[in-house]
Nanobody, 122 residues
Framework: QVQLVESGGGLAQPGESLRLSCVASGFTFSSYAMSWYRQAPGKERELVAAISSYGGSTIYVDSVKGRFTISRSNAKNMVYLQMNSLKPEDTAVYYC???????????????WGQGTQVTVSS
């Protein structure tokens, strides 16, 4: 049974940092590409960042480039999203995702976590 469990969300002020974590189980983690999506109120879900199975490739949506960093630990079955210089427009529910395909994880990942709320407000 595949499980993706996110943690690390919460309330932050503009300019502050948060680190999201996702622990995966039920599949061979090192064989899967991972991604983070987010959904803001009234908006569609969007891809935030993705990382290939061994971490050699990463991509980011333009709005977070230079501020967010995706990383993974295959030894711990974990994927992370370090979010720096947070802005109010980063407010959203953030979802951890997994798919065997580097291409598919960026479009319609097979597996989704339950999400963690990130709120950026002064």
């Amino acid at each position: 049974q595949v499980q993706l469990v996110e943690s690390g969300g919460g309330l932050a002020q503009p300019g502050e940092s948060l680190r999201l974590s996702c622990v995966a189980s039920g599949f061979t983690f090192s064989s899967y590409a991972m991604s983070w999506y987010r959904q803001a109120p009234g908006k569609e879900r969007e891809l935030v960042a993705a990382i290939s199975s061994y971490g050699g490739s990463t991509i980011y949506v333009d709005s977070v480039k230079g501020r967010f960093t995706i990383s993974r630990s295959n030894a711990k079955n974990m994927v992370y999203l370090q979010m720096n210089s947070l802005k109010p427009e980063d407010t959203a529910v953030y979802y951890c995702n997994a798919d065997p395909s580097w291409i598919i994880v960026q479009a319609r990942p097979r597996y989704w976590g339950q999400g963690t709320q990130v709120t950026v407000s002064s």
